[in-house]
């Protein structure tokens, strides 16, 4: 199966490339068509969903796949959402919803005065590009999970749904 992937991040081609069958995944640069932070659940999924159909209609691939993190204000705290999303040329779209863990406040305030995620939580953690490494879910967690291994989970969802609907469908 070749598959392309809507971002450069390597957690998300890494994830991509370790699920898929043949383990090459072409990744590409897409417009998410959301803001760079995305400030709810609706606008994180709808972000994945934009850059897996923006991946197919580049025509270099089948099938692509979005991933979108994000967070959502739940009760005043701040969490980190993320969604995923694959898109097929005939229109199909599958998806699934990933990890949530709640932020310190003090990064929910940085968040609020418009910081993006990525650049707080690089400061904070003092590692450079924290987003393309263990992310926010790998300093909360000590290491337990990362971001990569949270993006391999949503990914076995979303190809695990495209092979069960088409032999459905067949
Ligand atoms: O190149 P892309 O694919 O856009 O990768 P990204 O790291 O920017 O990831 P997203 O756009 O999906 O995430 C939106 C913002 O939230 C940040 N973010 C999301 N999850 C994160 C995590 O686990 N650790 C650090 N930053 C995270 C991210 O860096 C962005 O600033
Ligand atoms: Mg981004």
Known sequence: MYVGIGSKNPVKVKAVEEVIDDGKAVSLNVPSGVSEQPFSDEETRLGAINRAKAVVERGKVE???????????????????????????????????????????????KLRKGEELGPIMSEYARIKEVNKKEGAIGIFTDGALDRKEMYVHIVKILIGQFKYYSKVKA
């Open 63 to 109: 099938i692509g796949i979005g991933l979108e993190g994000g967070v959502e204000e739940i009760d005043g705290q701040f969490f980190v959402c993320n969604w995923g999303a694959i898109a097929d040329k005939n229109g199909t779209v599958h998806q699934a919803g990933g990890a949530r863990f709640p932020l310190p406040d003090v990064i929910g305030e």
